[in-house]
């Protein structure tokens, strides 16, 4: 049975990796090279802390109030687009408490499973994730933070997710190398964290050991379908037959799905990040900086990353370097001694995340072609999903039970 996967990003290679491992012959398609996807800049966490999907109800109202500030870390780029128009409709009706609400328990599950197969993989020879499970920290300097996360940390113990609050003293006492400006943390000791560039390298070679074949820089252009199924995927460079395929493209994925005659509300959502290696700046557990929405990570024994910012504009729109002088600012703030490069010195890496229209990802079987499994729009926790996401694909086509009940992430809940 041959499989073709279209994408190259996490969800893509898990997916290939999954089904590889059931018997499948698997080709794996991909616009680039794979070699600086959205999937290698990410802050790194496995995090089933993150609950609470990107459509809340304070998101719309903060990021009117954010629009003109060219280094604020939300931004929605005004233009005349009926995609954006159709996702940004479906983005304001899925930002209601209820929902979020609802969001929680699916966001919570596949988190769970995806840390489960991450940790399955640290034993799978020649896969190298430096993974580290030392929990994730999320630190507060205002009174409003300090309230909002009490609040998160027992939506969090309600999930039975472990999490606590720390005092300023007990964080300077996890964090003794570097002084620190706030005023407390939210810890979440269920969180892990991997270097995504050691994920992706070593994966994408495992991949090839095991005969996975891959087709890189290769566009897909249209599908030939007969009878409700997908019989060829035709690329700019020839055409591959299969029995079953996994749409896995990112942010692309919404122009690909309209070509099969699907809806699906998706819009690219650009990240930045700095990586510093053997820097001076140290710090013993990732944290996300609150007030200033700021990821950082200590990865790989000698590096931190920083990264933020949730830019939803054109896939073809040249990167807007105040957005991480606005990143560096906020670090700033809360790491006073930190030594940072300015923007011009730094090197900045950017990439579109896959946002639906209401924080959860699509992940399912098509009703309209019944070889085609859909499995993207994970926004900024495709690392985190990633594994889980895969491991999922793999069970739907393979016809198995999924580990976990599928029906809040179907991909036709806005179609």
């Not at 408490?97 to 769970?112: E, F, G, S």
């Not at 055409?239 to 919404?254: K, P």
């Amino acid at each position: 049975m041959k499989a073709i996967v279209i994408g190259g990003g996490i969800v893509g290679l898990s997916s290939a990796l999954y089904l590889k491992q059931s018997g499948w012959e698997v080709t794996l398609i991909d616009r680039s090279d794979l070699s600086d996807n959205c999937s290698y800049g990410n802050a790194g966490y496995v995090c089933p802390s993150h609950f609470v999907p990107l459509a809340t109800p304070g998101i719309i109202k903060q990021g009117l109030k954010w629009m003109w500030n060219s280094r604020s870390p939300f931004y929605v780029q005004p233009r005349l687009s009926r995609s954006l128009i159709d996702w940004g409709i479906r983005f304001m009706q899925s930002a209601t408490p209820d929902k979020v609400k609802q969001a929680a328990l699916p966001l919570r599950d596949i988190a769970l499973l995806s840390q489960q197969a991450y940790t399955s993989w640290t034993s799978i020879p020649g896969i190298e994730l430096s993974y580290e499970h030392k929990g994730l920290m999320e630190y507060f300097q205002t009174p409003e933070k300090e309230e909002h996360a009490h609040h998160f940390c027992e939506d969090a113990r309600a999930l039975g997710l472990e999490a606590s609050m720390l005092s300023y003293e007990e964080v300077q006492a996890l964090e003794p190398q570097t002084r620190l400006q706030i005023k407390g943390a939210l810890w979440f000791k269920c969180d892990a964290h991997v270097y995504p560039n050691k994920v992706m390298a070593s994966l994408i070679r495992h991949l090839r050991t095991i005969g996975v074949q891959f087709r890189t820089t290769e566009q897909v252009k249209g599908f030939e379908k007969k009878g409700g199924k997908i019989t060829r995927v035709l690329t700019d460079k020839g055409g591959y037959e299969a029995d079953q395929i996994v749409l896995a493209s990112g942010s692309w994925s919404r122009e690909l799905a309209a070509q099969l005659g699907l809806r699906l509300p998706l819009v690219g959502g650009r990240g930045y990040s700095i990586t510093l290696e053997n820097s001076p700046n140290k710090l013993n557990h990732p944290a996300v900086l609150m007030e200033g929405r700021v990821a950082l990570t200590p990865m790989d024994g000698n590096k931190i990353r920083f990264g933020g910012t949730m830019e939803i504009t054109s896939l073809n729109q040249p990167p807007r370097l105040k957005r991480v002088e606005g990143i560096l600012n906020a670090v700033q703030r809360y790491f006073p001694d930190f030594q940072l490069p300015s923007v011009q010195e730094a090197t900045v890496w950017s990439g579109f995340r896959p946002c639906s229209a209401d924080g959860l990802p699509y992940i399912g079987r098509s009703s309209k072609w019944n070889n085609l499994l859909i499995a993207t729009g994970h926004a900024m926790v495709g690392m985190s999903l990633g594994a889980g996401t895969g491991q999922l694909i793999s069970e739907l086509a393979n016809e198995q039970t999924p580990s976990m009940d599928l029906s809040p992430f179907n991909p036709e809940r806005f179609a």
